[in-house]
Nanobody, 126 residues
């Protein structure tokens, strides 16, 4: 089975930085798209950023553009999320997700095509 394991969460002051990592285990072949989503208490899950492995294209939610950077280490197939200039409103549980669905690149920030999810890592900005 495919498993996603996130790490790197923690507590940080506003304007600080954190880097999240997501390792994929048991990956039979390269997933089409990898992404980060987040969910704050009492709020709906929302997309953060996505990385389409076919072209290396990246996609970001408006709320994080210019502050967050998604990247992938191809050899070890690790997904990263570099978060800079963090704000209190970035506080949430962050989840890594992987999709093998064809066509996911048409709407990479839509959670529907993502069949595999990690357990999450908490990010607190205060």
């Amino acid at each position: 089975d495919v498993q996603l394991v996130e790490s790197g969460g923690g507590s940080v002051q506003p304007r600080g930085s954190l880097r999240l990592s997501c390792e994929i285990i048991g990956n039979p072949y390269s997933s089409n798209c990898r992404a980060w989503f987040r969910q704050a208490p009492g709020k709906k899950r929302e997309p953060v950023a996505a990385f389409y492995t076919g072209t290396g294209s990246t996609h970001y939610a408006d709320s994080v553009k210019g502050r967050f950077t998604i990247s992938r280490e191809k050899l070890k197939d690790i997904l990263y999320l570099q978060m800079d200039s963090l704000k209190p409103e970035d506080t949430a549980m962050y989840y890594c997700a992987a999709s093998y669905s064809p066509g996911v690149e048409k709407a990479p920030l839509d959670p529907s095509p993502y069949a595999f999810w990690g357990q999450g890592t908490q990010v607190t900005v205060s």
